[in-house]
């Protein structure tokens, strides 16, 4: 079976501070990794997603993620966060045996001014 | 056309009232899906529509149920609800990909409060 957690359930920093979203993965083969982003009563948007090739993903927004084998993680990056940012942010997992994505619980990123 | 538009975006029903959600996509997308978030939760998969026809039921109650029209619109018709189902219900749609590497694009949602 194929999973998701992210640990962190709330994250805070400052405007201007970097960021650095925690993502892991349990799945046997190479899977298809995906961050969205939520903001309040809003559906969501697709930041950036892995499935080959360089593990070191550009995305929209500003955001990278870099995909680590070996550590089974896709974690999100921002170098400098606005408070635009503050939204929740979910990865995802898709692979070759589903298209159905499965979720993380989220992380709530908030961001003091 | 990149969007997902759902309507009403805010519903409010009493338990025995009738009403239905709708989801529009021009996209040429032939997945659909309908999700239900509770606040700070993660999207739980109700129904996925793949060329017009339901693929999926998450064992979903009986109180809702989905319509595919057309390959371009999606509904979901609601019927004696109970307060724990007041949520946000999301629509989303995608191609439909035999490498499972399609994103979802996701209409706003529908707030929905069951009184």
């Known amino acids: 079976a194929q999973s998701v957690t992210q640990p962190d359930i709330h994250i805070t920093v400052s405007e201007g501070a970097s960021l650095e979203l925690r993502c892991n993965y349990s799945y046997g083969a190479t899977p298809y990794l995906f961050w969205y982003v939520q903001s309040p009563g809003q559906g969501l948007q697709l930041l950036l997603k892995?499935?080959?090739?360089?593990?070191l993903v550009q995305g929209i927004k500003g955001f990278e993620a870099e995909f680590k084998r070996s550590q089974s993680s896709f974690n999100l990056r921002k170098p400098s966060v606005h408070w635009s940012d503050a939204a929740e942010y979910f990865c995802?997992?898709?692979?070759?045996?589903?298209?159905?994505?499965?979720f993380g619980r989220g992380t709530s990123l908030i961001v003091h001014p | 056309d990149t969007e997902v538009t759902q309507t009403p975006k805010h519903l409010v029903m009493g338990m025995t009232n009738k009403k239905s959600l709708k989801c529009e996509q021009h996209m040429g997308h032939r997945a659909m899906y309908w999700y239900k978030q509770k606040a700070k939760k993660p999207p739980e998969l109700m129904f996925v529509y793949s060329y017009e026809k339901l693929s999926i039921n998450e064992s979903v109650p009986s109180r809702f149920s989905p319509e595919c029209p057309n390959s371009s619109l999606l509904n979901l018709h609601l019927h004696a609800l109970q307060p724990e189902d007041s949520a946000l219900y999301l629509c989303?749609?995608?191609?439909?990909?035999?490498?499972?590497?399609?994103?979802?694009?996701f209409g706003s949602g529908t707030q929905l409060s069951v009184l």
């Open positions: 995802a997992l898709t692979s070759g045996g589903s298209y159905i994505p499965t």
């Open positions: 989303a749609s995608s191609q439909v990909s035999r490498t499972a590497n399609e994103k979802l694009f």
């Open positions: 892995y499935f080959s090739g360089d593990t």
